[in-house]
């Protein structure tokens, strides 16, 4: 036994031992030396230092072996080991060699460095080698900094120059490629030598390592006319006022990158002009705005009617507005009051807290009769609690033969938007019918960890008929609603369901709705979306309640997209349902659309395909071929379109369809907009093309409008319109049996017909006599205030090129220093100014730190004269350290002062040295600190006091400072050589 055991033990002891020889590394069979490393990869960060572990085994049975190590790395990295210390390994026996390594600086620079390992006998043969990684942690990133965000441009400025800066923050060289972008495709960048630049470029940085960029833009004016669609409704050829905004993107990334999203950064610079004048409210605050629209279709025609529309808002305050419009139609040439008394209107007021409605509302009561004429009003009391209330006339709002109202509430509470509800009642009472209809609803709704919402819906309601109580009835209607965003956003989901049971509301149907619709994103180019519907109907008779009609509509369609830079390409499938007018039937097929854009040149186009089969339930039924063909193109003013149906498309294509024929249908139009030279000129055309293969039956029509826009608002235009159509039919006869004979003949109708119609427009600001005018005209005057009484004199000049901003509205001072914002509400504004002109040592005397509130028509800007403030850096060094006695340079040495100003305005000013450490600088009055930028100094010099206070006032003319840097005083010891003693 203790034989077995011991055979058992040397068996396991070898079996362990080449195990653990496998784990060796040999460059070949007959080698005895193997070697094995703790870690194959080791990863660093900055100023780390390199540690591994190397192991050798010798598997030679019979003889120790000596040898050094001999390690190759980069050149600057230091190996911490003796490279002639001898090391010796045993028979069948390992050793552990450490490894310590410094990198080179660079290191940080390289992403991954292999060190090669060598064992080297004495005599100087390899007898084994080995290698392990050193990989860098890599840190990407840079900062994208410019000058302004925003430039402003001087009065006929179309050339101003930029500057923007790159800096690496990571710790690696870093490859960043450039691109700008111009969306309006009017700026011209180019070099300081007036040279057009590319539009993209590389560059590669340092750690830490910043590039400066200094560019010049030129905004070249292009001719806007024609080049986009304008509204008629908003159009106003005689507007100059206005803020217009030319960007520049710098767009940067890396142009390699391993895995994952490439870093980008970007920056945006507005180059904006604005106006010297803006008026805020056209017609100021003691009148209505109006607008008259006047439209006479059918001129010279037997069936000619007019219209006429009044509309128009005003601005009572900067949170309330009033809202009205009314509508009248004559077509009729006799004197009646219908127009009027039939006549739509409507007044709305409205501010941040309430509503007061009137006129043509609804009470948006689900299953009852609320809308019509009557009144809405709401209150919100608090944030968390609302109410509201409605009375509401269906029929017409005065005279009713039969009463017929409805009226209702509904209170709103929402608690810190996790959980809201709504709870409402409604009545209606409709003599005619002799009923009443009382509904009661509550609507909840919460959120559940930022991302799942939940709401509800549950209704009742009951009808009561005093002439047949058994036809008195009660309802419900109960639903509920969930969406979410799941999986990082990735994955959307929204589901739907509402039912109402038979007899809830006015009405006597069950209808049921279900909705999903789930996206799921892929990456950022590719989507899917699924989309499922289910709308069940049955409609019964009031009467016996009989079903009339039931229809099912069962949806389903799934769809891949995939966006590639402006464009848009989409593959789906469809498969469908329906059980209408009791023909069930199915449809299913594939879908393919593509479209592109490039709204930079206002492009827009899109086509959409989709073929499947059509299929009634009867047995054998034949699956019927559909097609669909549709494309559209917009490009500037121009617009086309298209669409193409073959098969059975349509419902009652699907439900007859003929044998002999395939229904094919096609139409096609062309649009254009243009403006004439003279812009007061506008003209719109349209031509529209229809065909149907089943009657032969063609139309085409041409429309033409043209609007002239006159001085003070009015706008006329002329329509006229050119309609032809033809079709076929056949023509045939009955028998005596009453049964129709094969068709003896096809007869054409063709008809051909001519429109004219007027159109007037308006807009009116009717004077209101009792309206207390809350609105004034600020008028600003920006100057050099020489003798500091903050009010300009004669002698005193103004300042052109200066902006204003007086809360959302921007204004620039003309050459005489004004510029002015009219008919703006009373009030305290925000002020900011901003000189664009170099008027160094002059600052705007105005608060522009908290609301300002102009009880005067005329602002004055007085620029007082600043405080100049002086200063030397001195260096102090030791006299054995300069024995040449040259002068140091002390040049480029920035300095800074931060602080508020007196108007309590935040402000940093910033200069450099000269090259005797001389500086000087205007401040504005106030107080600041003053730094001298100390990472300039290394290790031997020492700033004596930094972080300066200073506190500047209007009767000082300048200031002296002075920073003191002392060199670190080293021993120096003298030696005589001449002294043998």
Same mark, same amino acid.
């Given at each position: 036994?203790?034989?077995?055991?011991?055979?058992?033990?040397?068996?396991?002891?070898?079996?362990?031992?080449?195990?653990?020889?496998?784990?060796?590394?040999?460059?070949?069979?007959?080698?005895?030396?193997?070697?094995?490393?703790?870690?194959?990869?080791?990863?660093?960060?900055?100023?780390?230092?390199?540690?591994?572990?190397?192991?050798?085994?010798?598997?030679?049975?019979?003889?120790?072996?000596?040898?050094?190590?001999?390690?190759?790395?980069?050149?600057?990295?230091?190996?911490?080991?003796?490279?002639?210390?001898?090391?010796?390994?045993?028979?069948?026996?390992?050793?552990?060699?450490?490894?310590?390594?410094?990198?080179?600086?660079?290191?940080?620079?390289?992403?991954?460095?292999?060190?090669?390992?060598?064992?080297?006998?004495?005599?100087?043969?390899?007898?084994?080698?080995?290698?392990?990684?050193?990989?860098?942690?890599?840190?990407?990133?840079?900062?994208?900094?410019?000058?302004?965000?925003?430039?402003?441009?001087?009065?006929?400025?179309?050339?101003?120059?930029?500057?923007?800066?790159?800096?690496?923050?990571?710790?690696?060289?870093?490859?960043?490629?450039?691109?700008?972008?111009?969306?309006?495709?009017?700026?011209?960048?180019?070099?300081?030598?007036?040279?057009?630049?590319?539009?993209?470029?590389?560059?590669?940085?340092?750690?830490?390592?910043?590039?400066?960029?200094?560019?010049?833009?030129?905004?070249?004016?292009?001719?806007?006319?024609?080049?986009?669609?304008?509204?008629?409704?908003?159009?106003?050829?005689?507007?100059?006022?206005?803020?217009?905004?030319?960007?520049?993107?710098?767009?940067?990334?890396?142009?390699?990158?391993?895995?994952?999203?490439?870093?980008?950064?970007?920056?945006?610079?507005?180059?904006?002009?604005?106006?010297?004048?803006?008026?805020?409210?056209?017609?100021?605050?003691?009148?209505?705005?109006?607008?008259?629209?006047?439209?006479?279709?059918?001129?010279?025609?037997?069936?000619?009617?007019?219209?006429?529309?009044?509309?128009?808002?005003?601005?009572?305050?900067?949170?309330?507005?009033?809202?009205?419009?009314?509508?009248?139609?004559?077509?009729?040439?006799?004197?009646?009051?219908?127009?009027?008394?039939?006549?739509?209107?409507?007044?709305?007021?409205?501010?941040?807290?309430?509503?007061?409605?009137?006129?043509?509302?609804?009470?948006?009561?689900?299953?009852?009769?609320?809308?019509?004429?009557?009144?809405?009003?709401?209150?919100?009391?608090?944030?968390?609690?609302?109410?509201?209330?409605?009375?509401?006339?269906?029929?017409?709002?005065?005279?009713?033969?039969?009463?017929?109202?409805?009226?209702?509430?509904?209170?709103?509470?929402?608690?810190?938007?996790?959980?809201?509800?709504?709870?409402?009642?409604?009545?209606?009472?409709?003599?005619?019918?002799?009923?009443?209809?009382?509904?009661?609803?509550?609507?909840?709704?919460?959120?559940?960890?930022?991302?799942?919402?939940?709401?509800?819906?549950?209704?009742?309601?009951?009808?009561?008929?005093?002439?047949?109580?058994?036809?008195?009835?009660?309802?419900?209607?109960?639903?509920?609603?969930?969406?979410?965003?799941?999986?990082?956003?990735?994955?959307?989901?929204?589901?739907?369901?509402?039912?109402?049971?038979?007899?809830?509301?006015?009405?006597?149907?069950?209808?049921?709705?279900?909705?999903?619709?789930?996206?799921?994103?892929?990456?950022?180019?590719?989507?899917?979306?699924?989309?499922?519907?289910?709308?069940?109907?049955?409609?019964?008779?009031?009467?016996?309640?009989?079903?009339?009609?039931?229809?099912?509509?069962?949806?389903?369609?799934?769809?891949?997209?995939?966006?590639?830079?402006?464009?848009?390409?989409?593959?789906?499938?469809?498969?469908?349902?329906?059980?209408?007018?009791?023909?069930?039937?199915?449809?299913?097929?594939?879908?393919?659309?593509?479209?592109?854009?490039?709204? %930079?040149? @206002?492009?827009? #186009? =899109? +086509? $959409?395909?989709?073929?499947?089969? &059509?299929?009634?339930?009867?047995?054998?039924? *034949?699956?019927?071929?559909?097609?669909?063909?549709?494309?559209?193109?917009?490009?500037?003013?121009?617009?086309?379109?298209?669409?193409?149906?073959?098969?059975?498309?349509?419902?009652?294509?699907?439900?007859?369809?003929?044998?002999?024929?395939?229904?094919?249908?096609?139409?096609?139009?062309?649009?254009?907009?243009?403006?004439?030279?003279?812009?007061?000129?506008?003209?719109?055309?349209?031509?529209?093309?229809?065909?149907?293969?089943?009657?032969?039956?063609?139309?085409?029509?041409?429309?033409?409008?043209?609007?002239?826009?006159?001085?003070?608002?009015?706008?006329?235009?002329?329509?006229? %319109?050119? @309609?032809?159509? #033809? =079709? +076929? $039919?056949?023509?045939?006869?009955? &028998?005596?049996?009453?049964?129709?004979?094969? *068709?003896?003949?096809?007869?054409?109708?063709?008809?051909?017909?001519?429109?004219?119609?007027?159109?007037?427009?308006?807009?009116?600001?009717?004077?209101?006599?009792?309206?207390?005018?809350?609105?004034?005209?600020?008028?600003?005057?920006?100057?050099?205030?020489?003798?500091?009484?903050?009010?300009?004199?004669?002698?005193?000049?103004?300042?052109?090129?200066?902006?204003?901003?007086?809360?959302?509205?921007?204004?620039?001072?003309?050459?005489?220093?004004?510029?002015?914002?009219?008919?703006?509400?009373?009030?305290?504004?925000?002020?900011?100014?901003?000189?664009?002109?170099?008027?160094?040592?002059?600052?705007?005397?105005?608060?522009?730190?908290?609301?300002?509130?102009?009880?005067?028509?005329?602002?004055?800007?007085?620029?007082?004269?600043?405080?100049?403030?002086?200063?030397?850096?001195?260096?102090?060094?030791?006299?054995?350290?300069?024995?040449?006695?040259?002068?140091?340079?002390?040049?480029?040495?920035?300095?800074?002062?931060?602080?508020?100003?007196?108007?309590?305005?935040?402000?940093?000013?910033?200069?450099?040295?000269?090259?005797?450490?001389?500086?000087?600088?205007?401040?504005?009055?106030?107080?600041?600190?003053?730094?001298?930028?100390?990472?300039?100094?290394?290790?031997?010099?020492?700033?004596?006091?930094?972080?300066?206070?200073?506190?500047?006032?209007?009767?000082?003319?300048?200031?002296?400072?002075?920073?003191?840097?002392?060199?670190?005083?080293?021993?120096?010891?003298?030696?005589?050589?001449?002294?043998?003693?």
């Amino acid at each position: 036994m203790m034989f077995v055991f011991s055979c058992l033990s040397v068996s396991a002891q070898e079996k362990d031992k080449t195990e653990e020889e496998d784990t060796f590394y040999f460059s070949n069979s007959g080698q005895f030396l193997g070697t094995r490393l703790l870690k194959k990869k080791i990863k660093i960060k900055k100023g780390e230092i390199v540690t591994n572990v190397l192991q050798v085994f010798n598997r030679n049975p019979s003889s120790a072996t000596a040898f050094y190590l001999d390690i190759l790395t980069p050149k600057g990295w230091t190996p911490i080991i003796n490279p002639r210390e001898i090391h010796r390994v045993t028979p069948k026996d390992t050793i552990s060699v450490p490894i310590i390594l410094i990198p080179t600086k660079g290191q940080n620079t390289i992403s991954e460095t292999n060190i090669n390992l060598f064992v080297v006998d004495l005599n100087g043969s390899q007898l084994a080698n080995d290698y392990f990684t050193v990989e860098a942690i890599r840190k990407n990133g840079w900062t994208i900094q410019t000058d302004k965000q925003t430039q402003y441009l001087k009065n006929g400025e179309t050339n101003t120059r930029f500057k923007y800066s790159i800096t690496n923050t990571g710790n690696h060289d870093q490859d960043i490629y450039i691109q700008y972008k111009t969306p309006k495709n009017n700026i011209l960048i180019k070099d300081t030598l007036q040279e057009p630049i590319e539009t993209s470029e590389t560059i590669t940085l340092k750690p830490k390592e910043s590039s400066s960029k200094k560019l010049l833009v030129e905004i070249i004016k292009k001719e806007e006319r024609n080049q986009k669609q304008i509204s008629v409704n908003s159009y106003d050829p005689d507007k100059s006022e206005k803020r217009i905004s030319h960007d520049v993107f710098i767009q940067t990334k890396e142009p390699r990158y391993i895995s994952g999203n490439s870093v980008t950064r970007n920056s945006k610079v507005s180059f904006v002009k604005v106006p010297n004048q803006i008026v805020a409210d056209k017609y100021g605050y003691s009148t209505l705005p109006l607008i008259v629209d006047l439209n006479v279709q059918n001129i010279l025609h037997n069936r000619s009617y007019a219209t006429l529309n009044l509309r128009g808002s005003k601005e009572l305050s900067p949170t309330s507005q009033i809202a009205y419009s009314t509508q009248f139609s004559y077509a009729s040439n006799i004197l009646t009051n219908d127009v009027i008394k039939n006549a739509p209107w409507y007044v709305g007021y409205f501010d941040d807290r309430k509503s007061i409605e009137v006129g043509q509302i609804s009470g948006n009561v689900f299953g009852l009769q609320a809308s019509g004429y009557g009144a809405r009003a709401s209150y919100q009391a608090t944030p968390s609690h609302g109410v509201s209330a409605f009375y509401i006339r269906p029929n017409t709002f005065f005279h009713q033969q039969k009463r017929n109202e409805s009226y209702g509430g509904e209170y709103r509470f929402n608690f810190r938007n996790l959980f809201a509800s709504k709870f409402g009642v409604g009545r209606n009472i409709n003599e005619a019918y002799d009923r009443i209809t009382n509904i009661a609803y509550v609507q909840p709704h919460f959120q559940l960890f930022k991302k799942h919402r939940f709401s509800f819906l549950g209704s009742y309601s009951s009808q009561t008929n005093n002439n047949n109580p058994n036809a008195n009835k009660t309802g419900y209607v109960y639903g509920a609603n969930y969406s979410s965003h799941l999986f990082n956003k990735k994955w959307k989901p929204f589901i739907s369901y509402r039912t109402n049971t038979k007899g809830y509301g006015n009405s006597n149907y069950v209808r049921t709705l279900i909705n999903h619709r789930s996206s799921f994103t892929i990456n950022k180019r590719l989507e899917t979306v699924v989309t499922n519907s289910l709308q069940q109907y049955e409609n019964y008779s009031t009467i016996t309640d009989d079903l009339i009609t039931y229809q099912k509509i069962i949806t389903n369609n799934i769809a891949l997209s995939q966006h590639i830079r402006n464009n848009n390409i989409q593959v789906g499938g469809y498969y469908h349902y329906y059980n209408t007018y009791n023909t069930p039937r199915y449809e299913r097929g594939a879908s393919l659309r593509h479209s592109t854009s490039n709204y %930079n040149h @206002n492009f827009l #186009s =899109s +086509t $959409y395909i989709r073929a499947g089969y &059509n299929k009634t339930t009867e047995p054998f039924a *034949p699956n019927y071929f559909n097609l669909e063909l549709s494309s559209f193109l917009r490009y500037k003013t121009w617009t086309f379109s298209n669409r193409y149906f073959y098969g059975t498309n349509s419902l009652s294509s699907a439900l007859n369809p003929s044998a002999f024929v395939t229904p094919q249908n096609f139409r096609s139009s062309i649009q254009n907009q243009y403006t004439f030279k003279n812009k007061r000129l506008v003209m719109e055309n349209s031509l529209i093309y229809n065909y149907s293969n089943l009657s032969s039956k063609s139309s085409a029509g041409l429309y033409n409008n043209i609007f002239f826009f006159a001085k003070h608002g009015f706008r006329y235009n002329l329509q006229a %319109n050119l @309609n032809y159509s #033809s =079709s +076929t $039919y056949q023509v045939t006869s009955l &028998n005596s049996q009453g049964l129709s004979l094969p *068709p003896i003949q096809d007869r054409s109708i063709s008809q051909l017909t001519f429109n004219i119609s007027f159109g007037l427009r308006k807009e009116f600001g009717i004077p209101v006599p009792f309206l207390k005018n809350k609105k004034t005209d600020l008028n600003f005057i920006a100057f050099y205030d020489l003798n500091g009484n903050g009010v300009k004199e004669r002698s005193e000049t103004p300042i052109n090129n200066v902006v204003i901003k007086v809360g959302e509205h921007e204004v620039i001072t003309d050459p005489n220093g004004e510029a002015s914002v009219k008919k703006i509400f009373k009030g305290a504004y925000k002020v900011d100014i901003i000189p664009l002109e170099e008027i160094n040592g002059w600052f705007p005397n105005i608060n522009t730190e908290s609301p300002v509130e102009f009880k005067e028509k005329t602002i004055y800007i007085p620029f007082s004269r600043g405080v100049k403030l002086v200063g030397d850096v001195i260096l102090d060094r030791q006299e054995i350290a300069n024995a040449e006695n040259k002068k140091t340079d002390l040049s480029r040495i920035k300095i800074t002062a931060s602080g508020k100003t007196v108007e309590g305005r935040d402000k940093t000013f910033e200069t450099l040295t000269d090259k005797d450490g001389h500086f000087e600088f205007y401040l504005a009055n106030g107080t600041y600190t003053l730094t001298l930028d100390e990472s300039i100094l290394d290790g031997n010099l020492r700033l004596m006091r930094n972080n300066i206070p200073i506190t500047l006032k209007n009767t000082q003319n300048s200031v002296y400072t002075a920073f003191y840097i002392k060199e670190k005083r080293r021993e120096v010891k003298i030696i005589d050589f001449t002294n043998r003693n």
